[in-house]
């Protein structure tokens, strides 16, 4: 305020130095009107310095109310602090008693307890195993016992591609699939037409809709199964009568996320077909990680059963599957010797002291495909261009002595348990004095 005064004070100086001597003076009613100016002016200062201490006074008093509010806020919640405090040593030490009480309840009853756990355990264990022998009928029982020889029946100059005949039907069709990422499918109407290219009929080109990914496709009842190229883990039944998609499914469990095979640089998902249906091979979590092997249901695609096997991916080049059984195939850097290192039976009838040494004939690079055709009981195969089929010796699997004594015993184990933990409990009784 004073220095609004001051301000004023010397603007009303300057403007008297600015006036002309009383004998130069002007008219007087501008004077008059000059000082009247002056005293609006400041008029106006009066009150602005009479709303800034109005405003002044309320911030004042705004700030003392604050302070108490806060002085509350801060008092309250140290209360609520306490309080909380004495609640949480209220609940432990509750929570210490039950615990005692608890503890002197499964002391009584901690033995049929573990024993009621295992023996629910092993019942699921069967009922699970029940599952995957209906799922795996008995309706083939046979295993491989050595790859007798081989047949070249053509000769590409491309490296990867798969070819075959339909794994569930009559017909002699042979179709060729070349490439590891195309959309195009040649149809031979028979092996011959396929072997000799100047053989008529021509064979049939088809489109498809989309394209391939890897070398692992099947053809089943007519239709096509691949893994659709720019996908993770796509799988397409397409239609070769129809030429249309009939059905597509996203295959569970990471697959998709690495090579099933190190030595085939393009396969994520291998399909393969036996005398049980659909299956699909896929690595499991990892770089070099375990195959995972799926039942898929062709008709609806769906997924009936996976197992994690115990064969690695790392050094593999191929895998088929013959009557539910798992083969993989190995070799050193890609190139010879192949041979199967790796077998895997879900139900666990195949021991590895059943197993021969499996050796394919020798072949200057990895497998591109190695795929079983239940029909004709032949391995349809690509090695470095070369179309084979490789011919198979079988026999009848037999369950081992030991794997006979193990099921007993485990049989026993789980009626002994039964009987413990399902026995009739004695009812308590007041005994008088």
């Not at 995957?132 to 029946?153: F, W």
């Not at 030429?243 to 190190?262: I, S």
């Not at 009936?304 to 013959?322: G, I, V, Y």
Request: hydrophobic share 40%; proline share 4%; net charge positive.
């Amino acid at each position: 305020m004073v220095a609004l005064q001051q301000a004023s004070a010397f603007l009303v100086l300057f403007l008297a130095a600015l006036l002309l001597p009383p004998q130069c003076a002007q008219d007087p009613a501008m004077v008059h009107y000059i000082y009247q100016r002056f005293q609006v002016l400041e008029q106006g200062l009066e009150k602005c310095t009479q709303a800034t201490r109005a405003y002044i006074h309320d911030f004042q008093e705004f700030s003392k109310n604050l302070s108490v509010m806060l002085g509350r806020c801060q008092t309250s919640t140290s209360e609520y602090r306490s309080a909380v405090a004495n609640l949480a040593l209220r609940v432990e030490r509750a929570q210490r008693e039950i615990d005692y009480l608890e503890y002197l309840r499964e002391a009584d009853i901690c033995l049929e307890s573990e024993d009621k756990t295992l023996a629910e355990k092993l019942i699921q264990e069967a009922e699970e195993e029940k599952k995957i022998r209906t799922l795996l009928n008995a309706s083939c029982d046979n295993m491989l016992m050595g790859i007798k020889s081989l047949k070249i029946v053509k000769k590409t100059m491309d490296t990867h591609g798969s070819w075959m005949k339909d794994a569930a039907s009559s017909s002699q069709k042979v179709y060729f699939l070349i490439g590891s990422r195309n959309k195009t499918l040649w149809e031979f109407a028979n092996m011959r037409a396929f072997m000799e290219d100047s053989t008529k009929p021509a064979p049939r080109k088809l489109i498809l809709t989309h394209s391939w990914q890897g070398t692992g496709q099947v053809i089943h009842k007519g239709f096509l199964f691949f893994h659709n190229q720019g996908t993770l883990n796509e799988i397409i039944k397409y239609n070769l009568q129809k030429r249309t998609v009939e059905d597509r499914m996203l295959l569970p469990g990471g697959a998709g996320r690495a090579l099933v095979y190190q030595h085939s640089p393009s396969t994520y998902i291998d399909l393969a077909v036996d005398e049980h249906g659909l299956w699909a091979i896929h690595a499991g979590p990892g770089i070099s990680g375990h195959l995972v092997l799926t039942k898929i249901e062709p008709g609806t695609l769906g997924v009936e059963h996976s197992w994690d096997t115990p064969c690695r991916s790392q050094d593999a080049e191929a895998a088929f599957l013959l009557c539910g059984v798992l083969y993989v195939v190995y070799s050193s850097g890609g190139h010879g010797p192949h041979r199967v290192t790796c077998v895997y039976d879900p139900l666990g009838t195949i021991g590895e002291e059943d197993l021969p040494k499996l050796f394919f004939p020798r072949r200057p690079r990895s497998h591109s495909v190695i795929h079983y055709n239940p029909r004709d009981k032949q391995l349809y195969a690509w090695n470095d261009g070369n179309q084979i089929i490789y011919k198979l010796q079988t026999k009848r699997k037999a369950t081992s002595g030991v794997m006979r004594l193990q099921q007993g015993g485990k049989a026993l184990w789980l009626w002994t348990l039964l009987s413990r933990t399902l026995r009739p409990q004695p009812l308590y009784t007041i005994m008088s004095l």
